[in-house]
Nanobody, 118 residues
């Protein structure tokens, strides 16, 4: 599946952004989806997970209570709503798709840059 992430940009601390990840193909509703991020000079970290039907969600401790992952299978899109943004949230954000229940991601989007100013 091809993934196209969008919605990044520059925002002040305390602000909000919504990232989108549009997927090609008709199998989107069978994929688990994840969001990851990579800050400058750091490794890529897990941010959020949603299973194929949206019933199972997981978040990194650093974003719990501030970020929300959700999906619209009719639109082949997964979203990441980010509120109360902090400068440490600055990173390139990537979406990824994986087989349902496998715990593995086989396709990645190109990334979208989020910059949070203090």
């Amino acid at each position: 599946v091809q993934l196209q992430a969008s919605g990044g940009g520059l925002v002040q601390a305390g602000g909000s952004l919504r990232l989108s990840c549009a997927a090609s193909g008709r199998a989107f509703s069978s994929y688990d989806m994840g969001w990851f991020r990579q800050a400058p000079g750091k490794e890529r970290d897990f941010v959020a997970f949603i299973n194929w039907n949206g019933a199972n969600l997981h978040y990194a401790d650093s974003v719990k209570g501030r970020f929300t992952i959700f999906r619209d299978n009719a639109k082949n899109t997964v979203y990441l709503q980010m509120n109360s943004l902090k400068p440490e949230d600055t990173a390139v954000y990537y979406c990824a798709a994986g087989g349902a229940g496998t715990g593995r991601y086989h396709d990645w989007g190109q990334g979208t840059l989020v910059t949070v100013s203090s």
